[in-house]
């Protein structure tokens, strides 16, 4: 018996976020475009309300993912961009304010 995880089952990264909310589709974008596979749980509007992303990662912010494969907990959309790029692409992608060619 493996304890290694089924790939096929439930996808394992979970993305907090809002109805509408720009800096939630610039990491749904990523998701797709990098072919992530990814539950996503929408939150309570009210900032206040946000109990369950307070919960999981401290903060009432979105958007916040978890990742089950890595263990990484996380929040700020530039910083989601960034680890989904690393993690799961191909790595190629200029650091910030750096100019490729």
């Known amino acids: 018996m493996s304890?290694?995880?089924d790939q096929d089952s439930a996808?394992?990264?979970?993305?907090?976020?809002?109805?509408a909310c720009p800096y939630c589709e610039r990491v749904v974008?990523?998701?797709?475009?990098l072919e992530v596979p990814y539950?996503?749980?929408?939150?309570?509007p009210m900032h206040s309300?946000?109990?369950v992303v307070k919960r999981v990662a401290g903060v009432?912010?979105?958007?916040?993912?978890?990742d089950e494969r890595?263990?990484?907990t996380m929040a700020e959309s530039a910083n989601i961009v960034d680890y989904l790029e690393r993690t799961y692409g191909d790595g190629e992608r200029p650091a910030s304010g750096e100019v490729s060619s």
Do not use: K
């Not at 996808?11 to 109805?19: D, E, H, I, K």
């Open 11 to 19: 996808p394992a990264l979970t993305l907090y976020r809002l109805q």
């Open 60 to 66: 009432r912010t979105v958007p916040v993912i978890v």
């Open 29 to 33: 974008r990523v998701l797709d475009d």
């Open 3 to 5: 304890d290694a995880p």
């Open 70 to 72: 890595t263990g990484v």
């Open 49 to 51: 309300d946000r109990d």
């Open 39 to 44: 539950h996503s749980r929408f939150v309570e």
